[in-house]
């Protein structure tokens, strides 16, 4: 424990009035010229360091100044100590000669760490950032809990390794107990400061930076400071060499730092994608999560998709959905799969050669079919046959789909049938399955964009007779896609409404729904807009409306 019971001009005092008495000591010195003459040079800018020290206006407030004065003092008097065994006239040293050649680097060391640390005191704002209790406590500037991490992050930059890592402990406990206060004295060199500790050769000093900067990143509060002060090479080497624990926390930040669009990019220009796959390989469950969520955002990056596959992405991604044993996991390889599949046929080639087209169908056979699945498994067609896709299942999960699936998975699935049925035979295999009630029921929902896939897809499935008469048979149709005749520009179902309606209209029950449900009023505005279809129907409606008043009279 520091002892801190002298006053700062008592112990201002004792400094230097050990300087001279070192220096001369130092020079009077007889061999190891070389680190003696190192010593002197740095011994000689001691007295200006601490005439900064001691006009700052802090010097008589803080803590960490007059530790800094006993740390000075001491290495003073161990500089007056070792010099002595290497005085005029020579006396035998001691110790050997090696052992007097590392004394003497290490008293350079701490020369050099007091001049640094006198520095940083000085000119970076840390001597103002750790003022006593007393003095907050009478001005009222700061809460104590706020002036404890104020002191515990400027300790960060100052002293040896073992001081570092009893503030890493302190700041840790502080974040946890209060993360606010510490989130609100946060500043730029205290983010520098961490940052650099994950370099730190101490395995334990990294393990708990990182675990610190993980906290930072999920406050979400410096995200750009802590890119800006180099972090992302810093947790890459910890993700590909850290502790277990340093690993996890490592691969954590990534993954929330990768959802940025230019912190992926620097991922990716650091090396980064080849240890977060390795992760995923070899990790446990937590690391293995992140980094595959890490891997997906880097995926949503279109020039990044090479790269990713270079390395070796798409067989690790299938692998994960086959192997994976967090469903979350396997949430991200899909999503994973479905931006590398988004627009490039080289891609799609290579996750159809890999397996890929089996792997997403059995992911949808989950208690929820996932959208990512069905929407990778939509990029594919095209690159694999439909015949292949019907021997391998698809047919029947679609269905599944868009009976149990959310309804963005819903609107994939509908999508999905309009890129299938490209055949009669192919209507006629998604007409038996059981398709056509499940997009009219879809046309219920809220969501615009659900709506158009849905009726879209019923207005490709009609042409085939048999999925025409299951539409005139559901009694939700007509009602269904009449209120898609909303003549709003932003309503985009309208003309695969008048589509489907037109198809139905050689019913006359149907004919009658559409008029007791307001369909003329919509097709007039419709026809005023030059919607396809839309004038053709109204005079299906009409002309059975007169051979009704015919058959009447």
């Not at 190891?32 to 003459?37: G, Q, V, Y």
């Not at 490209?422 to 929902?445: A, D, F, I, Q, Y």
């Amino acid at each position: 424990m520091v002892d801190t019971t002298g006053s700062s001009a008592t112990l201002l005092a004792h400094a230097q009035h050990l300087v001279p008495i070192a220096l001369e000591k130092a020079r009077g010195t007889t061999g190891f010229a070389a680190r003696w003459s190192t010593i002197i040079s740095k011994l000689e800018r001691v007295p200006s360091c601490l005439s900064d020290l001691s006009t700052h206006p802090c010097f008589s407030k803080n803590a960490l100044c007059r530790e800094q004065l006993q740390s000075i003092s001491k290495t003073l008097s161990d500089t007056i100590e070792l010099a002595g065994c290497c005085s005029i006239p020579a006396q035998p040293i001691p110790v050997g000669k090696l052992q007097m050649q590392s004394d003497l680097d290490a008293l350079s060391g701490k020369l050099d760490l007091n001049l640094r640390d006198c520095a940083l005191l000085v000119k970076t704002g840390v001597l103002g950032d750790a003022t006593l209790p007393s003095v907050i406590a009478r001005s009222g500037e700061l809460e104590p809990a706020r002036w404890n991490a104020q002191e515990l992050l400027a300790r960060l930059q100052l002293g040896h390794a073992e001081a570092k890592h009893q503030a890493l402990d302190g700041l840790l406990d502080a974040m946890r107990d209060d993360e606010k206060n510490v989130l609100a004295v946060l500043g730029r060199s205290n983010v520098s400061s961490i940052v650099q500790l994950l370099a730190a050769t101490s395995p334990k000093i990294k393990e708990k930076a990182v675990t610190i900067v993980s906290l930072l990143v999920e406050s979400g509060s410096c995200d750009h400071l802590l890119v800006i002060e180099g972090v992302v090479p810093a947790l890459i080497r910890i993700a590909e060499s850290g502790s277990l624990v340093g690993r996890e926390k490592a691969v954590i930040s990534l993954q929330r730092l990768s959802l940025c669009v230019d912190t992926a990019r620097m991922i990716a220009r650091h090396g980064g994608i080849h240890p977060l796959i390795e992760i995923c390989a070899a990790g446990d469950s937590i690391s293995q999560s992140a980094a595959a969520c890490a891997l997906k955002n880097l995926s949503a990056v279109p020039e990044l998709r090479q790269a990713l596959a270079d390395e070796g992405v798409i067989r690790a991604m299938i692998s994960m959905l086959d192997c994976g044993i967090v469903l979350g996991s396997k949430e991200y390889a899909a999503e994973c799969l479905q931006n590398l599949t988004a627009s490039n046929d080289n891609l799609r080639r290579s996750v159809v050669s890999e397996g890929g087209v089996r792997s997403l169908l059995s992911y949808l056979d989950g208690p929820s079919p996932p959208e990512s699945a069905i929407s990778a498994l939509r990029n594919l067609i095209g690159s694999v046959s439909t015949d292949t896709l019907v021997s391998l299942g698809l047919l029947p999960r679609l269905i599944i789909v868009l009976k149990d699936g959310s309804i963005s998975a819903q609107q994939t699935a509908a999508s999905v049938v309009c890129k299938l049925a490209n055949s009669v035979e192919m209507k006629r295999l998604l007409g038996e399955l059981g398709c056509v009630p499940l997009l009219v029921k879809m046309l219920e929902t809220k969501i615009n964009t659900a709506r158009e896939a849905a009726v879209q897809a019923l207005a490709t499935l009609i042409t085939c007779q048999c999925n025409s008469r299951e539409l005139k048979k559901d009694e939700k149709s007509v009602p269904n896609l009449v209120q898609l005749l909303d003549p709003s520009p932003l309503n985009s179902a309208k003309k695969y409404a008048v589509t489907c309606l037109l198809c139905l209209s050689s019913s006359k029950r149907c004919r009658k729904l559409m008029i007791s449900y307001g369909v003329i009023g919509y097709l007039k505005k419709l026809s005023e807009m030059d919607v396809p279809g839309s004038k053709k129907l109204i005079g299906r409606l009409e002309r059975g409306k007169l051979r009704s008043l015919f058959s009447r009279k």
